[in-house]
T-cell receptor
Framework: NAGVTQTPKFQVLKTGQSMTLQCAQD?????MSWYRQDPGMGLRLIHY???????DQGEVPNGYNVSRSTTEDFPLRLLSAAPSQTSVYFC?????????????FGDGTRLSIL | SQQGEEDPQALSIQEGENATMNCSYK?????LQWYRQNSGRGLVHLIL?????REKHSGRLRVTLDTSKKSSSLLITASRAADTASYFC????????????FGKGTHLIIQP
């Protein structure tokens, strides 16, 4: 079982560059989300999706775009990278958007913006 | 915004001892979850306790919830070196669509 797969695992960007972080799950989960993890800050929600074609903003959405064209994939796009976006990014999924569902996390993408 | 706050921030114990971590939160919740994160890996779900439950067990894990004090504790009994990780509590106040709110975590080190 692959679960939640994130690519790439590591990435270094220059300020102003754009890129897409990929997230795919093979569990037919309806709900998917993106978090960023910064030292001493815990995880903060960037964007989420309750199903294909539906996305919404989380706590820290500025500078990021998402789309959900299929159930399996939920890519996160950085429009114009800034040093403040240096972080570890985690994608998570659950069978439904109910708060009673455990979240399944990928192993993260470690992103550095120079 | 941080909802849960774990205490202590770091904990180092000998293998075989019990480890207790605490989580405090600010607003009313539907449930509280605990996750483990090994170094360089994603979070792994450990246990979920609903707001109408006071205690829950899963293997060597025991979780308590006191909604009147807005606090929860995670007890790991008979610790092992493999338990070395960071532990996070996460709360959901609404229906869940707007995600979980995580604390900053407790870093647990098990000394062999």
């Amino acid at each position: 079982n692959a679960g939640v797969t994130q690519t790439p695992k590591f990435q270094v960007l220059k300020t102003g560059q754009s890129m897409t972080l990929q997230c795919a799950q093979d569990m037919n989960h309806e709900y998917m989300s993106w978090y960023r993890q910064d030292p001493g800050m815990g995880l903060r929600l960037i964007h989420y999706s309750v199903g294909a074609g539906i996305t919404d903003q989380g706590e820290v959405p500025n500078g990021y775009n998402v789309s959900r064209s299929t159930t399996e994939d939920f890519p996160l796009r950085l429009l114009s990278a800034a040093p403040s976006q240096t972080s570890v990014y985690f994608c998570a999924s659950s069978s439904t958007w109910s708060s009673n569902q455990p979240q399944h996390f990928g192993d993260g993408t470690r992103l550095s913006i120079l | 915004s941080q909802q849960g706050e774990e205490d202590p921030q770091a904990l180092s114990i000998q293998e075989g001892e019990n480890a207790t971590m605490n989580c405090s939160y600010k607003t009313s919740i539907n449930n509280l979850q605990w996750y483990r994160q090994n170094s360089g890996r994603g979070l792994v779900h450990l246990i979920l306790i609903r707001s109408n439950e006071r205690e829950k067990h899963s293997g060597r894990l025991r979780v308590t919830l006191d909604t009147s004090k807005k606090s929860s504790s995670l007890l790991i009994t008979a610790s092992r070196a493999a338990d070395t990780a960071s532990y996070f509590c996460a709360t959901a106040s609404g229906g869940g669509a707007d995600g979980l709110t995580f604390g900053k975590g407790t870093h647990l080190i098990i000394q062999p």
